[in-house]
């Protein structure tokens, strides 16, 4: 199963990548890491939200919360949660590539 969820990963960023989420995030890639049983998903932000000083704690709480509600909703997922898949989401500056937040969502939250 791990060599699927590998193999869809990579192939969703081959054919979908980048993808436009909204005007500020693109979706760069998707990485399925086996060892860690954890899907990757690497953004860049640009214009308004490539800018360190707004990630503030109330910031990323709101997002937090916001890609819990996802995971929880998405049924595209429906699989990966049935094999209690760990998500990571990282957020980097278009500009200068700077990390600007990362989010873990384990099993434990979203079943």
Known sequence: ?????????????????PL?????????????????????YYYSVNDLLDNNSIYTDNFKEVF???????????????????NNVSFKYHYYSSTTKMNFMNFYFTSKEYN
């Open 1 to 17: 199963i791990h060599e699927k969820f590998s193999r869809q990963a990579m192939e969703y960023t081959k054919k979908m990548c």
């Open 64 to 82: 937090h919360t916001k890609l819990l509600n996802n995971i929880l909703n998405n049924v595209g997922l429906i699989e990966l949660k049935e």
């Open 20 to 40: 436009p989420m909204d005007q500020y995030t693109m979706l760069d890639s998707l990485v399925y890491n086996p060892s860690e049983t954890t899907l990757h």
